[in-house]
Nanobody, 122 residues
Framework: QVQLVESGGGLVQPGGSLRLSCAASGFTLEYYAVGWFRQAPGEEREWVSCISGTDDSTFDADSVKGRFTISRDNAKNTVYLQMNSLKPEDTAVYYC???????????????WGQGTQVTVSS
């Protein structure tokens, strides 16, 4: 069974850090591009970051550039999103998704996780 499971979300104060994990089962994540998206209440799902499946090139939305870092551990079949200097506007449900190539659009992504809540508040 193909599955992506996010973890690592939680409540953090502004300026704090969290590391999200996206663990795959049923397929080898190494051969896929993996993207992170987020969705705040009442908002559309927004692309955040992506790591390529070919050469591990990374791409970030302007809103998170310099604060978020995406990486992968192929031995653990897992992709991470390290989030630093968190702001209240980063509050959202974060989703990971796998695709053949990186994109900031939804349609290339074949597999999606269920999401993990990130709340940035004092």
């Amino acid at each position: 069974q193909v599955q992506l499971v996010e973890s690592g979300g939680g409540l953090v104060q502004p300026g704090g850090s969290l590391r999200l994990s996206c663990a795959a089962s049923g397929f080898t994540l190494e051969y896929y591009a993996v993207g992170w998206f987020r969705q705040a209440p009442g908002e559309e799902r927004e692309w955040v970051s992506c790591i390529s499946g070919t050469d591990d090139s990374t791409f970030d939305a302007d809103s998170v550039k310099g604060r978020f870092t995406i990486s992968r551990d192929n031995a653990k079949n897992t992709v991470y999103l390290q989030m630093n200097s968190l702001k209240p506007e980063d509050t959202a449900v974060y989703y990971c998704a796998a695709a053949r190539y990186c994109s900031d659009a939804y349609y290339p992504y074949d597999y999606w996780g269920q999401g993990t809540q990130v709340t940035v508040s004092s």
